[in-house]
């Protein structure tokens, strides 16, 4: 039992200081027909050894994106993630500590988080940004109820661009709050008209820039119609990266942005943790959910960091608060931060730079060849293709030749003919130029 | 501070001042070397970035010693005792950390064919069948993110369930001494709340309870082991007069490690409880989170469960990622993709490497040590409601009375002995709560100097030594910060100084 320092000997000298013969004395309130007087129908212990055989018997049933070729995107992006993230982020003293309740023993974390929050406001445009959610569909749907509490207006449009994880999370954590959704249909074309359907009853208009299915969209004009309408525009960002090369929703006129940050230090993780963030106008500062950090002195007059704005929260304002959410994604974002910290505003270019430059020769290569359209005009380093058959039986012939082709559309939007031959691929920095002949080879011959 | 240990850097030795990023900023350095792209045409249809974002320049070692920096002057459960009771700052053992990054684990895109991630599923179907034997329940969602998140998918499943019988009800009853989370749940899910008071006893009071129970109460959200550390022993009379009158039971499982591999949530009559995997099941808080909630769930709840769920298909696995593909009416989904599989590695290696007879060693432990602090600091402190507790000890602060020291005074002052505070002013039920919870993963020899630690400090405040903890922390890289002024002007992101004006 090598996480249990007490011996035997301890035990008893410290049962004998409470005054009990036995540890199932310490358990007399426990009602007598729930104690169970021997082990669960369980395994016993293993070595460390034993566990990771275990543990590599099952890493190896799968496929890892480490090992092949990969184009997989929707919303999960496999970046390369210096070293030093993952060696900083397991420091104990950040990987071990709690919430930053007490700041004098957590300047390390405020400080880390007052960064986070300053970069996720200068890369989205906005002025402000909370210290993490629980990832981006979720932070979608903290936005949405944002706006409704800031417009106190209770209908909300959803765009056919959105990721579909975003738009049924959003659903369903605001199934029981009496808002009224309405959702476009997947809009894998672009250029779906959105502003019609505002009008004064509308607390928000929620898009994704770049879209679900890759194209890049200025959201200007409907920023316009949102505020003439007394409506918000929240902006969904599920590539952070693109930050580094597209416009940011703040310059297109954004109210809230929700971001998934995972591309920048986080690894994919089959889909979680990864790190969700809502960015905002100031002045709607304090109907944002989660932890804030603030910057003060101390009795010294030195400068520290603080949480702060803490009556928003459920552990001040308990069914008041603006959300439930406690423990959030604090780790995650510290990998965010330091990732973005390595690249600094050249590095963040050029990354974004090479998934961008990536991605349009791969789609070059594939309009080159028969049978495959490139649906897309305009995109960063994810768009949308049509087969000559049916996407998820392409995939699965690619996965049979150890290249993980992409996300077929259907996957996430099943039965629908129209969406059955589309596919999403995406392409990263960690896409090689044998990665890319690869998969146009093997496209070739599964066609 | 006094001047002689005034240095001209501001450092003090092996405590080092650092700066935040962007006053280090050496415009043009990365601390990543990245090829430059090949020039072509872009595809950005005109919506590319013009102007500069603000990000400072550093390269990596500059980074590196940055970070590590800042790391030191956190606390956590590496560096030593962090008794914050309801939080289980247990010991995180590095073989998870290990096992979550091997690639064939951490390096999975969630949307791979489901055939190339078969051992992802199987380890989903691993963790979801430990935790629904340990807790003796037949459902579980892993979706979840965090506690407060399972806890609002329990009571929306809670809801879908019975609206489907046509009665969605109203209410949900929460004692007094619930963690926040729990109004603000219910709250979320469109309930009105309505508390119920504790006992002398520090329990829920079951007469109170039951004249609230009728048929328009939804559910009760109990923790047990309670926020005051304390078992209720009525739980299970309280179970059948909440199915009498037609409502769930939704237990707050943020305590579990009291009881794991001892009781069986089930076997009290509980239907719904998350569990958080960063407590009872040692995977890091990490600041703050990630965190991961599964949520077991009593059979009539199980078809309204959330989506997605892993299904055993022959001897495969698969993953119902859509209503349409299950014949159960599921609530949908509550998250990006399957929940918090990187906690879920970390979470079943934690339970393989302790095995049911080690996890029950876990909660006889975490009592025992609970229970050691408070025989042996009853007599100094002062103790609300009578013992045995079960895995934290509940203080409040009438042993400082008439001595000018606060509860934060303290805490404050624990800091400067190296120790993190105890949980403080929560929960409500007392006057200046002092919550500790050492978990098992501590010696006796620790716990022993805390205890001294805590006499001591308890003897100088009655001594009258006030200004002692008024000052305190002295030994922290910050002493008290104003937290007013922080809140009064807020200052969230970094702006560069104003330039100098001429004079």
Same mark, same amino acid.
């Given at each position: 039992?090598?996480?249990?320092?007490?011996?035997?000997?301890? $035990?008893?000298?410290?049962?004998?200081?409470?005054?009990?013969?036995?540890?199932?004395?310490?358990?007399?309130?426990?009602?007598?027909?729930?104690?169970?007087?021997?082990?669960?129908?369980?395994?016993?212990?293993?070595?460390?050894?034993?566990?990771?055989?275990?543990?590599?018997?099952?890493?190896?049933? !799968?496929?890892?994106?480490?090992?092949?070729?990969?184009?997989?995107?929707?919303?999960?992006?496999?970046?390369?993630? =210096?070293?030093?993230?993952?060696?900083?982020?397991?420091?104990?003293?950040?990987?071990?500590?709690?919430?930053?309740?007490?700041?004098?023993?957590?300047?390390?974390?405020?400080?880390?988080?007052?960064?986070?929050?300053?970069?996720?406001?200068?890369?989205?445009?906005?002025?402000?940004?909370?210290?993490?959610?629980?990832?981006?569909?979720?932070?979608?749907?903290?936005?949405?109820?944002?706006?409704?509490?800031?417009?106190?207006?209770?209908?909300?449009?959803?765009?056919?661009?959105?990721?579909?994880?975003?738009?049924?999370?959003?659903? *369903?954590?605001?199934?029981?709050? #009496?808002? @009224?959704?309405?959702?476009?249909?997947?809009?894998?074309?672009?250029?779906?008209?959105?502003?019609?359907?505002?009008?004064?009853?509308?607390?928000?208009?929620?898009?994704?820039?770049?879209?679900?299915?890759?194209?890049?969209?200025?959201?200007? =004009?409907?920023? @316009?119609?949102?505020?003439?309408?007394?409506?918000?525009?929240?902006?969904?960002?599920? @590539?952070?990266?693109?930050?580094?090369?597209?416009?940011? =929703?703040? @310059?297109?006129?954004?109210?809230?942005?929700?971001?998934?940050?995972?591309?920048?230090?986080?690894?994919?993780?089959?889909?979680?943790?990864?790190?969700?963030?809502?960015?905002?106008?100031?002045?709607?500062?304090?109907?944002?959910?989660?932890?804030?950090?603030?910057?003060?002195?101390?009795?010294?007059?030195?400068?520290?960091?603080?949480?702060?704005?803490? *009556?928003?929260?459920?552990?001040?304002?308990?069914?008041?608060?603006?959300?439930?959410?406690?423990? !959030?994604?604090?780790?995650?974002?510290?990998?965010?931060?330091?990732?973005?910290?390595?690249?600094?505003?050249?590095?963040?270019?050029?990354?974004?730079?090479? !998934?961008?430059?990536?991605?349009? $020769?791969?789609?070059?290569?594939?309009?080159?060849?028969? #049978?495959?359209?490139?649906?897309?005009? *305009?995109?960063?380093?994810?768009?949308?293709?049509?087969?000559?058959?049916?996407?998820?039986?392409?995939?699965?012939?690619?996965?049979?030749?150890?290249?993980?082709?992409?996300?077929?559309?259907?996957?996430?939007?099943?039965?629908?003919?129209?969406?059955?031959?589309?596919?999403?691929?995406?392409?990263?920095?960690?896409?090689?130029?044998?990665?890319?002949?690869?998969?146009?080879?093997?496209?070739?011959?599964?066609? | 501070?006094?001047?002689?240990?005034?240095?001209?850097?501001?450092?003090?030795?092996?405590?080092?001042?650092?700066?935040?990023?962007?006053?280090?900023?050496?415009?043009?350095?990365?601390?990543?070397?990245?090829?430059?792209?090949?020039?072509?045409?872009?595809?950005?249809?005109?919506?590319?970035?013009?102007?500069?974002?603000?990000?400072?320049?550093?390269?990596?070692?500059?980074?590196?010693?940055?970070?590590? +920096?800042?790391?030191?002057?956190?606390?956590?459960?590496?560096?030593?005792?962090?008794?914050?009771?309801?939080?289980?700052?247990?010991?995180?053992?590095?073989?998870?950390?290990?096992? /979550?990054?091997?690639?064939?684990?951490?390096?999975?895109?969630?949307?791979?064919?489901?055939?190339?991630?078969?051992?992802?599923?199987?380890?989903?179907?691993?963790? /979801?069948?430990?935790?629904?034997?340990?807790? %003796?329940?037949?459902?579980?969602?892993?979706?979840?993110?965090?506690?407060?998140?399972?806890?609002?998918?329990?009571?929306?499943?809670?809801?879908?369930?019975?609206?489907?019988?046509?009665?969605?009800?109203?209410?949900?009853?929460?004692?007094?001494?619930?963690? %926040?989370?729990?109004?603000?749940?219910?709250?979320?899910?469109?309930?009105?709340?309505?508390?119920?008071?504790?006992?002398?006893?520090?329990?829920?009071?079951? %007469?109170?309870?039951?004249?609230?129970?009728?048929?328009?109460?939804?559910?009760?959200?109990?923790?047990?082991?309670?926020?005051?550390?304390?078992?209720?022993?009525?739980?299970?009379?309280?179970?059948?007069?909440?199915?009498?009158?037609?409502?769930?039971?939704?237990?707050?499982?943020?305590?579990?490690?009291?009881?794991? %591999?001892?009781? +069986?949530?089930?076997?009290?009559?509980?239907?719904?409880?998350?569990?958080?995997?960063?407590?009872?099941?040692?995977?890091?808080?990490?600041?703050?989170?990630?965190?991961?909630?599964?949520?077991?769930?009593?059979?009539?709840?199980?078809?309204?469960?959330?989506?997605?769920?892993?299904?055993? +298909?022959?001897?495969?696995?698969?993953?119902?990622?859509?209503?349409?593909?299950?014949?159960?009416?599921?609530?949908?989904?509550?998250?990006?993709?399957?929940?918090?599989?990187?906690?879920?590695?970390? /979470?079943?290696?934690?339970?393989?490497?302790?095995?049911?007879?080690?996890?029950?060693?876990?909660?006889?432990?975490?009592?025992?040590?609970?229970?050691?602090?408070?025989? +042996?600091?009853?007599?100094?402190?002062?103790?609300?409601?009578?013992?045995?507790?079960?895995?934290?000890?509940?203080?409040?602060?009438?042993?400082?009375?008439?001595?000018?020291?606060?509860?934060?005074?303290?805490?404050?002052?624990?800091?400067?002995?190296?120790?993190?505070?105890?949980?403080?002013?929560?929960? &409500?039920?007392?006057?200046?709560? &002092?919550?500790?919870?050492?978990?098992?993963?501590?010696?006796?020899?620790? &716990?022993?100097?805390?205890?001294?630690?805590?006499?001591?400090?308890?003897?100088?405040?009655?001594?009258?030594?006030?200004?002692?903890?008024?000052?305190?922390?002295?030994?922290?890289?910050?002493?008290?910060?104003?937290?007013?002024?922080?809140?009064?002007?807020?200052?969230?992101?970094?702006?560069?100084?104003?330039?100098?004006?001429?004079?």
């Amino acid at each position: 039992m090598r996480y249990l320092p007490l011996t035997d000997g301890d $035990r008893r000298e410290m049962l004998a200081a409470i005054g009990v013969g036995s540890v199932d004395d310490l358990f007399v309130d426990v009602p007598r027909e729930a104690r169970r007087d021997g082990p669960v129908d369980l395994p016993e212990h293993l070595g460390e050894m034993e566990v990771e055989r275990a543990f590599a018997a099952m890493a190896a049933r !799968n496929l890892s994106t480490a090992d092949v070729p990969s184009f997989l995107g929707a919303g999960a992006y496999g970046h390369h993630v =210096p070293a030093a993230v993952d060696h900083l982020i397991q420091r104990g003293e950040f990987l071990t500590s709690y919430t930053p309740y007490q700041p004098e023993v957590s300047q390390g974390t405020l400080a880390y988080l007052f960064e986070f929050q300053t970069q996720v406001a200068l890369i989205t445009g906005m002025e402000v940004a909370n210290a993490s959610l629980y990832d981006g569909a979720t932070a979608c749907a903290e936005a949405v109820t944002m706006a409704a509490r800031i417009t106190k207006r209770k209908k909300v449009v959803l765009s056919g661009g959105l990721h579909p994880h975003y738009r049924e999370v959003t659903e *369903t954590m605001t199934r029981f709050l #009496g808002i @009224e959704m309405a959702a476009a249909g997947p809009d894998w074309r672009g250029g779906e008209d959105l502003a019609s359907g505002v009008d004064d009853g509308t607390a928000c208009v929620v898009v994704q820039n770049p879209a679900f299915f890759g194209h890049l969209t200025d959201f200007a =004009p409907l920023a @316009e119609a949102c505020h003439a309408a007394g409506a918000l525009l929240v902006v969904v960002v599920t @590539e952070v990266v693109s930050l580094g090369a597209v416009r940011p =929703p703040g @310059e297109m006129g954004a109210d809230i942005v929700a971001v998934e940050g995972q591309s920048l230090g986080n690894a994919l993780n089959f889909g979680g943790p990864t790190v969700g963030v809502l960015a905002a106008r100031q002045k709607h500062l304090r109907q944002m959910p989660g932890r804030l950090v603030g910057e003060t002195t101390d009795v010294d007059g030195r400068r520290g960091f603080v949480l702060t704005l803490s *009556t928003r929260e459920q552990h001040i304002r308990r069914e008041k608060a603006t959300s439930n959410i406690c423990t !959030n994604a604090g780790l995650c974002a510290l990998a965010f931060t330091i990732h973005l910290t390595l690249l600094g505003e050249v590095g963040f270019a050029r990354l974004a730079a090479l !998934n961008h430059a990536g991605a349009v $020769r791969l789609a070059d290569r594939l309009a080159g060849i028969d #049978g495959i359209d490139v649906v897309n005009d *305009t995109f960063f380093n994810e768009f949308t293709i049509r087969l000559p058959k049916p996407a998820v039986a392409v995939v699965d012939a690619l996965a049979d030749r150890k290249i993980l082709g992409g996300v077929p559309v259907a996957r996430l939007i099943p039965g629908r003919a129209e969406l059955e031959h589309l596919l999403l691929v995406a392409v990263t920095e960690a896409s090689t130029e044998a990665h890319i002949d690869a998969l146009t080879e093997a496209l070739r011959e599964v066609l | 501070m006094a001047d002689v240990d005034a240095t001209l850097t501001g450092n003090r030795g092996l405590a080092l001042e650092e700066a935040v990023i962007f006053e280090q900023d050496s415009p043009g350095l990365s601390g990543v070397d990245l090829p430059q792209p090949v020039p072509g045409n872009d595809r950005l249809g005109g919506l590319g970035r013009s102007g500069a974002i603000g990000l400072p320049g550093l390269s990596e070692p500059q980074v590196v010693r940055h970070y590590l +920096r800042l790391s030191r002057m956190n606390y956590g459960i590496d560096s030593g005792l962090y008794p914050l009771g309801s939080c289980t700052m247990k010991y995180n053992p590095r073989l998870n950390e290990r096992l /979550a990054r091997l690639p064939g684990l951490g390096g999975l895109h969630p949307l791979q064919p489901i055939s190339t991630v078969q051992g992802a599923l199987e380890l989903m179907d691993a963790c /979801a069948h430990w935790l629904k034997v340990l807790t %003796g329940l037949p459902g579980i969602t892993m979706a979840p993110a965090a506690g407060a998140h399972g806890e609002l998918v329990g009571l929306m499943t809670i809801r879908a369930a019975l609206e489907a019988r046509g009665d969605a009800r109203k209410r949900v009853l929460v004692p007094e001494s619930a963690h %926040g989370t729990n109004p603000a749940s219910a709250h979320a899910c469109g309930y009105a709340v309505e508390s119920i008071a504790a006992n002398v006893r520090g329990r829920v009071d079951v %007469g109170a309870l039951k004249a609230k129970l009728d048929a328009d109460v939804a559910a009760i959200m109990l923790t047990n082991p309670n926020t005051c550390g304390l078992f209720e022993n009525d739980i299970i009379e309280i179970a059948d007069a909440v199915h009498d009158a037609g409502a769930f039971f939704y237990c707050d499982g943020a305590n579990f490690n009291a009881i794991v %591999g001892r009781v +069986r949530p089930g076997d009290l009559g509980i239907d719904c409880m998350h569990l958080n995997l960063h407590k009872t099941f040692s995977t890091p808080h990490g600041g703050g989170g990630p965190g991961s909630g599964p949520v077991v769930l009593s059979a009539p709840l199980v078809p309204y469960a959330p989506l997605p769920m892993v299904e055993r +298909r022959g001897d495969g696995f698969a993953l119902v990622e859509h209503a349409g593909d299950s014949s159960a009416h599921p609530l949908g989904r509550v998250k990006g993709f399957h929940g918090q599989f990187g906690m879920m590695v970390r /979470a079943l290696a934690y339970m393989m490497s302790l095995g049911s007879d080690g996890l029950r060693q876990v909660a006889e432990d975490a009592v025992l040590n609970a229970n050691y602090l408070l025989a +042996r600091l009853k007599d100094t402190l002062s103790l609300p409601f009578e013992g045995p507790c079960m895995h934290e000890v509940l203080f409040d602060d009438s042993f400082l009375k008439d001595t000018g020291v606060t509860t934060l005074d303290f805490a404050k002052a624990m800091i400067d002995e190296g120790f993190h505070p105890m949980t403080m002013y929560f929960p &409500l039920v007392v006057h200046g709560a &002092l919550l500790m919870e050492p978990t098992e993963t501590e010696s006796k020899a620790t &716990l022993d100097q805390f205890i001294e630690t805590v006499k001591g400090l308890a003897e100088r405040a009655r001594a009258g030594d006030a200004r002692h903890f008024k000052d305190a922390p002295r030994l922290t890289p910050r002493r008290r910060l104003d937290e007013t002024a922080a809140a009064r002007n807020p200052v969230l992101v970094w702006r560069p100084p104003p330039p100098q004006a001429a004079e």
